[in-house]
Nanobody, 121 residues
Framework: QVQPVESGGGMVQPGGSLRLSCTAS????????MGWFRQAPGKEREFVAV????????RYTDSVQGRFTISRDNVKNTVFLQMNNLKPEDTAVYYC??????????????WGQGTQVTVSS
């Protein structure tokens, strides 16, 4: 399984915005729903958002609903996470993976390097 490649993280102040990108293999991207997970220091990795194979009906964890938007470009095999009104509790390493759309579980045990998001004043 080819690991996905995440990018776009950085450090922002509370209320700021970032746009994350993740490029996966064409084979993975063409078959599966894709999603984002995050892992804060000392915590387990958690589900953030998922988008179905053709981009319909995204789902979000409650804490980011209304602030984050997931989208995908099936031509470029890339999934995006637009994050607005960021809060300190959003600080984490963000990862993407193929996702079981209904269970919100990652499908593969192989993870990319992730991209660090730090929200701090």
């Amino acid at each position: 399984q080819v690991q996905p490649v995440e990018s776009g993280g950085g450090m922002v102040q509370p209320g700021g915005s970032l746009r994350l990108s993740c490029t996966a293999s064409e084979r993975t991207f063409s078959i599966y729903a894709m999603g984002w997970f995050r892992q804060a220091p000392g915590k387990e990795r958690e589900f953030v958002a998922v988008i179905s194979r053709y981009g319909a009906i995204p789902r979000y964890t409650d804490s980011v609903q209304g602030r984050f938007t997931i989208s995908r470009d099936n031509v470029k095999n890339t999934v995006f996470l637009q994050m607005n009104n960021l809060k300190p509790e959003d600080t984490a390493v963000y990862y993407c993976n193929a996702v079981d759309y209904y269970r919100a579980n990652p499908l593969f045990n192989s993870w990319g390097q992730g991209t660090q998001v730090t929200v701090s004043s």
